[in-house]
Structure formats: C-alpha cells, structure tokens
C-alpha cells in the first residue's frame, strides 16, 4: 500500500520535472507536476499526493519558517508573508491537571493570518504561478478563505471564496475582505460550497486552492517537521503523539506524509513516529466514525453543527490519506462536545494563548483520551491549536467575562469593586 509507513521510496516516473511528480494514491498513476491543472487521479479520480526522488534528512534543513523545509516541497520558494515558525508554548499548569509528563502547544494562530493555512497558501498560491492561472479559489469555513484572499493579492492574483452563510466567525471575513476576496455567501454548508467549487475548478473558471490540492498539504507538512525538532531540541526526543482537530483531515494527512517522507530517508525510525490523534466535534465527527468501526471510507454526513464552526464539516475530503496516518502510526480519533470544548479555550487562555474554538478541541481531545487511560501518563505531547482567539471574538466574548458598566469616577469604580 502506497501510504504504509513502510512503503519504499518509488522509482522515478518519466512524468518527474526535476525530480518532483505527482501520484495517485489508489492507481499508483503519475503526472508531470506543473504541466496541467488537476486535482485528482485522470484514471480514478483518486486523491494525489506530490513526490521526490530526493527525500530530505534533518540535516538538509536550513533557515526559519516554511521554507527552511524547501528541500521537502516541491518548489525552491513561495509567495510568502514569512510564515512558519509558530511558537511550541509550554503549559505547566495544563500539563499537571492533564496530567502527563510533557504538554506542549503548537500555536499556529501565530503564523502572518492567523491560522496554519498560511503554509499551504506560501506553496500552493507559488505553484498557482508557476502553473499561470489567473484567478483562485477556495469553499472554506473562513480560515482557508483569509490565507488565499492574503496570499492572493501578495501574488498578484484575483481571489473567490465561498462561505457557508451565517456560519463563519466574523474576523475571518474581515479578514477576505479587506484582502479583495470576492465573497460568495453559499446558502448551505461547507460540504456543499466546496462540491460548487470543484465543479466550478473542472469547469476552469478558477484554480481551487482547498485542501484536495496536493501542493497546499506540502506546505502543512512543516508544522510536523516544526514539532519533530522542536521536541528534540528541547528534550532530546521526539513527541510520543500529536493531538489535532480534524475539518477536511488535511494537517492530518500532511503530518503523516511529513513523518512518512522521514522514514523513507532515514531519518526517522518507523517507532519514532508520533501517535496522530484527531479530534472532531460531536455534531461534526464522521473520521472519529470511521475510526471507531474500523471502516475503510467516510460516510458524509449531511447535518453538521458545532460552535466550532471551522470543523463544521461532514465530508472529510482528504479521509483517504489521513485513515492510514492515524491507523499506521497507532493513533485514535475521538470527538468532543461544544462545551468540552469551550472548557478547554478557557483552560489555554488562562495560560495566557488565545485560541478560537475549533483550536481547542485538540486540547479537550486529548483530556479525554487521558481520563480514559488511552493516552498514558508517561507520554509527551503536542496538541495543535490551528487558529487565533480573534479569529472569531464573538465566540471568545461568550466564553469569557462579561464587561460590567461603571461611573466615570474612582469613587464609583471603587464602589463597584467592593461591592464584589
Ligand atoms: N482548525 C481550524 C481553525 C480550521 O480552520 C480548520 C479548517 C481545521 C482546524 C481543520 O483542519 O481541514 O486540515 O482537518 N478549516 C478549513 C477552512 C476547512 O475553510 O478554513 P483540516
């Protein structure tokens, strides 16, 4: 099986420009990388995955950010906004009443748009470029959206977005907005806006930058990378697992691939690779689903709900790449409740990182897996938070304090305090 952790490196297909082609993971079917627009497999319509016939080691890497991993991606450089290099915060506190031996998070709400989406827009808007397409576009729960209407204008190019309507938090609209995004506000979810971008891609009234796109996941890959030497500079080891929400599962199979691609040049043994665990939102959960009945394929779920809204997906397009990466590296999936959720937001923000909802499902995730004794308290781990607090400030108002009304005067104020 193409996606083993022991699968050798494969031979190189004459469809390779400099080394760098791309291949379907059901037919094994290759591709020239920046000859044509595709998607998916022209033979089954199966996912694509970008390959090297020179995988990197450790010790090829060099810089900060994203492209310090420009061994490991498909080009030499992207349209960037310096991206990557997200801090791996401690949390002393969170680690205690988690209770295991080391927590860590990767906060990615600190990359230039404030979510981990940046490092698969740096690379896919580069190769939208090299591909000389004009306009991009992208179904998103908003995250998505905000990356590709910033990296868009930065390369010159037009941007079309389709959000769900009244299910995106504000900033993240804000945030297309002011970049020049054309806002399609889609009467119905995510699922369906991403099914009227393809068509629309197939069509070629755009190049869909979502997740299906191979490229992008070559840019996720470096938050894995990022993981693996931040443990070990910091403890001489690797992490024993990494907790991370699950939408489209496209970090999850991005990180897999990542660790995969170490295996392969011997930089990583196969049982040096992190343990994947997804966590999904109870009214959004259909990879946790699959993982619980041991079944091959995602069943779509067509009535989703969360106050998650970014993880407010029912079709998991990338589920055929990231079922592997949590069976293969003996990880789980478990979904938590809004509430579970909400707890977990306050948990980090009282450790000072401010993260919107969907980021602190990892977190929730991975108290529950403790509590049930599937993650051990020996373990080290890093939880992925993917976006920032301001992403969506109606949801952190509503999980914080309340402002409380005063005079303009200290003697009122005073008043006010003692009167607690
Ligand atoms: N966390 C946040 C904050 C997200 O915005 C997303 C996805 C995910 C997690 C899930 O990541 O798809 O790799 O499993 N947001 C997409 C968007 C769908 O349109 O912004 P995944």
Known sequence: MSLSLSAEQPATPDAADDGVWLECIECGETFAPFEDVRYTCDECDGLLEVRYADLPTFDDFEGEGVWRYADALPLEEGVTTQEGATPLYEVPRLEDSVGVEALRIKHEGMNPTGSFKDRGMTVGVAVARELGVGRLACASTGNTSAALAAYGSRGGMETLVLLPAGKVAAGKIAQASLHGARILEVDGNFDACLDIVQELAEAGEAYLLNSLNPFRLEGQKTIGLEILEGFRDDYGEFPDRIVLPVGNAGNTSALYKAFRELVQAGALSEDEVPK????????????????????????????????????????????????????????????????????????LAREGIGVEPASAASVAGLRKLRAEGIVDDDERVACLTTGHLLKDPDAAAAAGNDPEPVPADTEGVLEHLQNE
């Open 276 to 347: 994947l665990v997804g966590v999904q939102a109870e009214g959004a959960a259909p990879m946790v689903e699959a993982i619980e009945n041991g079944a091959d394929e995602v069943r779509r779920w067509d009535d989703v709900e969360t106050r998650a809204t970014a993880i407010r997906i029912g079709n998991p397009v990338n589920a055929p790449k990231a079922l592997p990466g949590i069976r293969e590296t003996g990880g789980t999936a478990i979904s938590v409740s809004d509430e579970e959720i909400t707890e977990a937001q306050r948990d």
